[in-house]
């Protein structure tokens, strides 16, 4: 119901700014028992830190996390766990220009239109750096569904897929770009340079599979599973679309393509369902892909204009992704574990 | 938070079942002193209401709604308005094999999971007869502001895009499809036709625009315009993606061409973003779009298994629509206005 | 979150007024599988039901409740259950003079001052008639709950207290007050005799008790059983104090007296705490006791304004119970049922 | 929804233990605009902290607060406030024999209960400390309800009550007990010297008021004003008891008495009431009144069991509250001022 909290059962209630003192998350709901340190967290927050290669900002953050509750002796009390990343390198001296003038495609403009006061300091709480609070979540969430295995890579960016044929899930982590192609990541490297250089930069198109997911999560009509997924994913910043298994592609097909045949087992012959049937988890591996926009913060002026309304043109300098999509792999994973452990206990509530 | 429930504060609780004797919706924290009677909701069932045009199935319900509390001599009085649709026609011999076995593309199989038994009669709660109910109370949540005013359309059918530089608004309500190119109309009355004779079905993509709707409207993080949007869309039947603004082709944008340059005014010279930069409201039309699949009720027979697993195939008899996609417009447009209305409650809450 | 709605996973929406065409509630969450029909139901309504003896008011109201969704084959099937309950005897001209002049102690003019428009018929919303639909709603949430027996019964009315040691569980069936003491029944026949005959009107205490609570149901801080069962027990029409065990006495005891002494088994030597430590449910009975005012509505004229604020007086006649505590019984064993039952599925969702 | 988060719009989520690192309230759903700082902040956690006299534990804390987020120059941004209070008189040691025998009248048993797990460090979560975190979001929502003075004192201690005639407001902050009677403040600190000297401890009954209400706040059915204060009341530790207006005497006036008579302006003759008719405040001073059991550590040898089920008995060492009443006169302030605020924001969200 609030505005920065997720979750039915699994409640995690987000905080922080880009350049405040710290961000955190309480992760309310979560099953006593589990063995809990930071160390099941840590790596997460690693995948995700920016500055691990010349593709991703420079920005550096060591993102370490502290857990400030809700554990005892190793393990977690059923009571809220709180989270705490410290921040480090703040230099709000760079974002001095962007106090005055709105950053198109940034939600400069819309947060004074709102609240009519704005932590411009590099974006405030609209900034991605929140999406670190999430990763950390996600990975209290990952233990609530060790049945489940979670997958997030690029299959396309800057307008370029990647060749499903030559998909190969050893590659995602073997380049900067979680690329399941080899080949399509040796081009992205090209077109993340030339973007960065030409002070541009690039959209992508992240997916991600869940499996081990069984049937019987989510529920009708508000509560679907992915309904929650799509809320999920478009939280994330810079997301634009979400798709489920085929998602547009479905709407081109006849009936009888997308009807996933099933035979005994139950198996089913095909997933273009994505792995969701009326709101509610078949069994078969859960798919969603995710859209990003190009980096907003670019260095090309554009027009813009000042709080006091007078037209100008604004250069964003600070250190910047040139493709938000390639640090969004982790957290569109963590937002996909979020909400398979709060639909799990849903499910539990109710059904047993 | 619970399964049937949706909305912040103008919250809306949807209850019933295909083949019961009525299906209904709670509409809770309306403001009060709105004038309402059934006239102001009819219009807006009639539009969605069942068999009208050869495209669409022809079950025949009349869809009156009564309000049965929450209005006083005309009035709204600020106490949950109750509405109910009693269901007429209700042939559920028509469904008699589907209690056994489970139609692929269906919520059937995924409700016998979850559930250990199910409505099978018409689908029971996972009908799209749902989606009277959000179109009955959506008709309220459009009394709340009256300052927007909704508009969606089908931009693609079996496929088949529209040309967008023979956009026509005139067009949308002078053919069953509301469509806003005349030519796509013909072509699609066509593709329809072939599919229905075939047993098949066919997809669609919905596109939804909002006008009017002021900055401010939303919230970060878990309350975004678009996030909740999304969720709003994809909880309709046979929905499988959801864009804002540009969507999965802003992914493919550069940085320069993505950004909405802004001028005194504020204006802003594009809407790439839909209207929503950073999960608030700009001030420009909210643009979103809804896939949805091709009806999954076929009379081509397709594999599948009965509830002790047997292999076998099922037809899909009864009355279907050929392409669901073409009723789903005034639904699309109900969860429109309910977020929309729901958001503006929920800024006027914080911001006064 | 919503103004009408209870419960954390079994969500209760109640929606009607006292003179409008019907009243009713959506029970969302209820597992599936439960055995349900209108049979289950009714019973408890006629206990609740108007008229049913001279010291209660002499409205007629059939209160016959209908299921309208969520059972198949007299089966529970996991989706929202609506239920309606008809008004049949809405003699609004007795309320005439309420449209324009506050009954004191009604809520006729916060209605007006916070929304500007009231149905004042009967009450409208604000009538305890909305309690028929809490009672209907329980008699669901009893059934998620077998382990667990509820029993309410007065142990005051009008400031004359039951004598503990004559408690006679079997007494309380057999009079008109559900009063555990033979004796204390008899005085208070003749009080509330007097009272009706005098114009004037009684308070009373309900006493709950819920036997076969299993140790571990409610949650630190604020889903506390206690905390629950507080705003569940003050949301009753009338309702003006809750305890919870020795409540208010307990302020009076030492340390030492209060302390409920433990013994293997685990058994509690005493229950001074009322089943309830730290928000948690100890496996003790778990005992709240509801204070009631006595019904405003009196033949007593009161000096009260109206709508204009011009000065006047008001004899409330209508029909009314002259003891509403007294009716509140089966509304305080309601609230008993949903809040646990609802606590169970929690408890359920986070251990288990 | 969740179990450690409180308020409908204004909400408030509380973490921490009484001997971990930290404890803390994310508070989201502020207004943005308003002065905030630390300073704001410290005055009113100062009032709640222990070591002030005699008469309270000498537990050392200086519970200074930080505020990681949610703020710009001195400005809420409408964003969530993160809070953070550092523990730092942790003497774990003492608590060491509470490791293994539950303490009767605190919530070891049902932590144990519950999750299977419990740290048992100063009660862990069910500590009172959490309390601190309650009075500094509080301290928040006194800066939005600006039009509204809150006071709350002891009108009884061990069964001893003020005299209502010697009632002097600038008595409250005179003594130790917040008590405005000066006659018996004198009583009361002999009450207590001789209730810690012989290893008992008392019991108390907090009344508070809030002046300025203005009529309006409140909604039917289950987001009514007396049932959030009833539900945040009773949250409190060792809350067993709550009171609105006349409470439990209500029942035994009748209901000529009870009936608050109303004159033009409009103004009310009395206020049996405590300023909520039907949910909703009426513009009189909203009354709550709050009874707390006696403080349940003792140095007084209580029968009990060990985790394995052994019989013992237990001395709670420690350093404790001889009468918790008294440091409970900030929280029931606290949740008084936290229940006011979030109404205020839900009233002007539905009614404007």
Not at 209 to 232: E, R, S, T
Not at 331 to 346: F, H, I, N, P, T
Request: with cysteine.
């Amino acid at each position: 119901m609030s505005f920065n909290s997720f979750g039915h059962l699994l409640r995690v209630t987000t905080w922080g700014e880009s350049h405040g003192p710290a961000i955190g998350a309480v992760v309310d709901g979560c099953p006593p028992g589990l063995a809990l340190s930071e160390t099941d967290i840590q790596p997460w927050l690693d995948k995700r830190r920016p500055g691990t290669s010349r593709f991703t900002t420079q920005r550096r953050e060591a993102d370490q996390v502290r857990i400030l509750s809700g554990t005892f002796e190793g393990r977690t009390t059923g009571t809220p766990i709180s989270l705490m990343i410290e921040n480090e390198d703040q230099r709000s001296k760079d974002y001095s220009e962007v106090a005055s003038a709105y950053r198109p495609g940034h939600a400069d403009f819309t947060y004074d239109a709102k609240y009519g006061i704005r932590d411009w300091r590099g974006g405030g709480r609209s900034s991605a750096r929140e999406t670190a609070a999430r990763v950390a979540a996600a990975a209290i969430a990952r233990l609530i569904i060790p049945e489940v295995s979670i997958r997030a890579y690029l299959v396309e960016l800057g307008g370029d897929a990647i060749d499903r044929s030559a998909f190969d899930a050893d590659q995602i982590g073997a380049n900067p770009f979680h690329c399941p192609d080899a080949a399509a990541a040796a081009r992205w490297e090209q077109a993340v340079d030339e973007a960065r250089k030409a002070g541009s930069s690039l959209g992508a198109v992240v997916e991600c599979v869940a499996d081990g997911v069984p049937a019987g999560w989510g529920a009708p009509v508000y509560a679907k599973l992915d309904g929650d997924l799509a809320a999920a994913m478009m939280s994330i910043n810079a997301a634009k679309g979400v798709e489920i298994g085929d998602g547009f592609d479905a709407a081109r097909l006849g009936g009888e393509e997308n009807a996933d045949a099933m035979r005994a087992g139950p198996k089913f012959l095909s997933n273009h369902a994505g792995g969701i049937l009326g709101g509610i988890s078949s069994g078969q591996p859960v798919v969603a892909r995710v859209a990003f926009k190009p980096t907003s913060s670019i260095l090309t002026p554009v027009p813009t204009i000042d709080r006091d309304g007078n037209e100008t043109e604004i250069v964003t300098k600070g250190r910047h992704d040139p493709c938000v999509g390639i640090r969004a792999v982790p957290v569109v994973e963590a937002m996909m574990a979020l909400v398979l452990a709060d639909q799990k206990l849903l499910h539990r509530a109710q059904c047993g």
